[in-house]
């Protein structure tokens, strides 16, 4: 196994190369700008705390819905740093808890965003004519709405859960995609390289999805990357409005 494992790493070093040359330069830039450092820290210190909240909790057991209402509403102390809340769960613990659902929420909502924006705009941008005017026309008429304000009906249409508040985000934002990834397919459709595929008898649905949207998702990814922290807060709100999750689920917004 160690010998093709080298023999792997010497045939592929002329690609390994230069994408280690990219990951130095990379943290060497991340290193000179101090924000961008500290902000490098704050978010892998957020996903450090999702993954160990059970051990970094002091009551686990509080964030899994136990009620002590002995100790209900419990100033700040030694023991609860945060306090108590109206069922005498450590709020510190919850909140720990918190972090790992409101990153789940943001991955989830993302992904499920990305899903069905993403194609949408593909077949829109290369395809044009009348799928691309009818595409364009829908995704026009979820725009016309603010996000949060469509998010709010379709999630009190859909009942108050926290799945179904994560769903009604994603079909809040889809549009914002599919405008991008539009505008990102019609800039690269006529590259030669794409000529090129097209002469050689690749299929339209091959150019698309592996030679067209590989090569536009950077601005895609830098947009997915700015919208993370706003997806958390609308869910928060949709929760702190009852219509996402529901107790004793430690989300921040409902908690709030």
């Known amino acids: 196994m160690t010998a093709r494992m080298a023999q792997w790493f010497r045939g592929n070093w002329l690609v390994i190369r230069p994408r280690l040359r990219e990951l130095k330069y990379s943290l060497l830039v991340i290193r000179r700008n101090t924000l961008t450092f500290a902000g490098l820290i704050f978010v892998v210190g957020l996903v450090l705390i999702a993954i160990f909240a059970p051990y970094?909790?002091?009551?686990?057991?509080?964030?899994?819905?136990?009620?002590?209402?002995?100790?209900?509403?419990?100033?700040?102390?030694?023991?609860?740093?945060?306090?108590?809340?109206?069922?005498?769960?450590?709020?510190?613990?919850?909140?720990?808890?918190?972090?790992?659902?409101?990153?789940?929420?943001?991955?989830?909502v993302i992904c499920l965003t990305l899903l069905i924006g993403l194609p949408l705009g593909v077949v829109a941008g290369y395809v044009g004519g009348v799928p691309d005017e009818f595409i364009m026309r829908v995704t026009d008429m979820f725009l016309s709405f603010p996000p949060l304000l469509l998010a709010l009906v379709i999630s009190a249409v859909m009942g108050p859960s926290l799945s179904n508040s994560m769903i009604a985000i994603a079909v809040a934002w889809w549009p914002w995609y599919t405008r991008l990834a539009r505008g990102q397919v019609i800039s690269l459709k006529e590259r030669p390289f794409v000529e090129a595929a097209r002469a050689i008898g690749v299929s339209r649905w091959k150019i698309m999805f592996r030679h067209i949207l590989p090569n536009s998702l950077t601005p895609i990814v830098v947009q997915a990357s700015l919208d993370f922290g706003s997806v958390i807060l609308t869910a928060a709100s949709l929760s702190f409005l009852g219509l996402g999750a529901q107790p004793p689920t430690p989300e921040w917004g409902l908690m709030i």
């Open 56 to 108: 970094l909790a002091p009551y686990p057991q509080d964030a899994m819905g136990a009620v002590n209402p002995a100790r209900a509403f419990t100033p700040p102390s030694m023991n609860y740093l945060f306090g108590t809340d109206e069922a005498g769960r450590d709020i510190f613990s919850r909140v720990l808890f918190g972090t790992r659902i409101s990153l789940e929420i943001g991955i989830l």
